[in-house]
């Protein structure tokens, strides 16, 4: 079959969408699907070929508010329209609010929600209103919808009143490399503090430096991770972090640097206001690395009894619980272990999503307006599939 995902910022450097697409994209391709990906071009250079999956590069507005709708129109518009794309998978509400024309052109498609895009403290008032608007059109435009998270299935049934099937990102457990590159940064195993995210205000590295400098550890804390068109928020951090020695900002990581960094770091901290369900978090966790993050719903959805909590936008809680966690080292190494065997048991459904063939042909046939079987995704393992039936 061939399916088109539309749209993500850059597929091997984006964030929770970009690496779901991959997971699931790259394994669609092993089983012999064509897959295609339309990714911004903006973001920095792409390659035509990425795991096995086409990228297709496309044009966006160079405006903050505009840059994923206008990505979403062009791609959308380019998968439905072209005769190559058996089933168009949507991402949200940008590419979303267009599930009407997959539908006219009669291809198969799906909305994918990742989060509440309205409730983003980067937006100010009026943008929150336009993307609440934008929800309300993909939700009256579409047919079939998934989500990566429970507290979202709830909240689109709750609003709207529609069947929103769950079907999460996932992590597998993971060996942990031998700290080697870590080691140039100036860290040992064990002697650090760890926020790996897109630098921007909705993922809370402020109240992690805020919380982190009324510390009197000699541990260090690791700040990685950049976005583009942030400027102004990484200025604000440094702000904050004033000269204190401790802290590190390597910048944007990835490959074994950025494994060592969450596999070796003492405490892997999560500080969101707002997460889809945080594919950061569920990747540390399958390091055996103990996790603290904010009490949003999605995060304890995350964790369950694997980890520890703090009260969102409060940095005094959380140095509190990052101090009592750095003084008791028994606990981190009982909570890395319990976050480990939560990923490899798979809880409610977290594993890497994996799709099954004959879903995805019995999806692709599928008159658009009928409700049927959408996909089938199984674990990690391959060892459960299940159909989603839109009935």
């Known amino acids: 079959m061939k399916i088109a995902f539309a749209v993500v910022k850059h597929i091997a450097r984006g964030g929770g969408i970009e690496r779901y697409t991959e997971e699931l994209g790259s394994r669609l391709a092993q089983r012999g699907h064509e897959v295609r990906v339309y990714s911004m071009s903006h973001y920095g250079e792409l390659v035509p070929?990425?795991?096995?999956?086409?990228?297709?590069?496309?044009?966006?507005?160079?405006l903050s508010a505009c840059k994923k709708l206008s990505a979403g129109v062009t791609s959308v518009l380019?998968?439905?329209?072209?005769s190559w794309a058996d089933i168009v998978h949507l991402h949200s509400v940008g590419p979303g609010v267009m599930g009407w024309l997959p539908i006219l052109?009669?291809?198969p498609s799906l909305v994918q929600f990742h989060g509440i895009e309205w409730r983003r403290t980067r937006w100010s008032r009026f943008g929150s209103v336009v993307l609440k608007g934008l929800e309300q059109a993909t939700v009256h435009c579409n047919r079939r919808f998934t989500a990566v998270s429970e507290t979202q299935c709830a909240y689109f049934q709750d609003v709207y009143g529609i069947k929103v099937r769950f079907i999460p990102g996932g992590a597998t457990v993971k060996?942990?490399?031998?700290?080697?590159?870590?080691?140039?940064?100036?860290?040992?195993?064990?002697?650090?503090?760890?926020?790996?995210?897109?630098?921007?205000?909705?993922?809370?590295a402020h109240y992690l430096v805020e919380a982190f400098r009324r510390l009197g550890t000699t541990?260090?804390?690791?700040?990685?991770?950049?976005?583009?068109?942030?400027?102004?928020?990484?200025?604000?951090?440094?702000?904050?972090a004033g000269n204190d020695p401790?802290?590190?900002?390597?910048?944007?990581?990835?490959?074994?640097?950025?494994?060592?960094?969450?596999?070796?770091?003492?405490?892997?901290?999560?500080?969101?206001?707002?997460?889809?369900?945080?594919?950061a978090l569920l990747e540390a966790m399958g390091c055996g690395t103990c996790c603290l993050a904010s009490d949003i719903p999605e995060n304890i959805e995350a964790l369950g009894d694997a980890g520890v909590t703090f009260h969102r936008k409060d940095p005094v809680d959380l140095a509190a619980k990052l101090q009592t966690l750095l003084d008791d080292p028994a606990s981190v190494q009982v909570y890395g272990q319990r976050a480990a065997a939560r990923v490899a048991s798979?809880?409610?459904?977290?594993?890497?999503?994996?799709?099954?063939?004959?879903?995805?042909?019995?999806?692709?046939?599928?008159?658009?307006?009928?409700?049927?079987?959408i996909l089938n995704f199984g674990m990690a393992t391959g060892q459960r599939l299940e159909n989603y039936d839109f009935a």
């Not at 541990?219 to 904050?240: F, K, P, S, W």
């Not at 990581?253 to 594919?279: H, I, K």
Request: charged share 25%.
């Open 246 to 279: 401790r802290m590190i900002w390597p910048g944007f990581v990835e490959g074994r640097l950025l494994e060592e960094l969450v596999g070796q770091a003492r405490v892997f901290v999560l500080p969101s206001d707002l997460e889809g369900l945080s594919l």
């Open 346 to 373: 798979g809880f409610p459904g977290i594993g890497l999503p994996m799709s099954s063939s004959a879903g995805m042909k019995k999806f692709s046939k599928e008159k658009p307006a009928m409700n049927s079987t």
């Open 49 to 62: 070929e990425y795991k096995g999956m086409q990228i297709i590069g496309v044009p966006s507005i160079p």
């Open 105 to 107: 052109c009669r291809k």
């Open 175 to 204: 060996p942990v490399p031998e700290p080697r590159d870590i080691l140039s940064l100036g860290l040992e195993p064990r002697r650090y503090v760890l926020f790996a995210s897109r630098l921007v205000q909705e993922k809370g």
């Open 219 to 240: 541990d260090r804390l690791v700040i990685a991770g950049d976005v583009q068109g942030a400027e102004t928020y990484r200025e604000e951090l440094h702000r904050l």
């Open 78 to 82: 380019h998968a439905s329209l072209s």
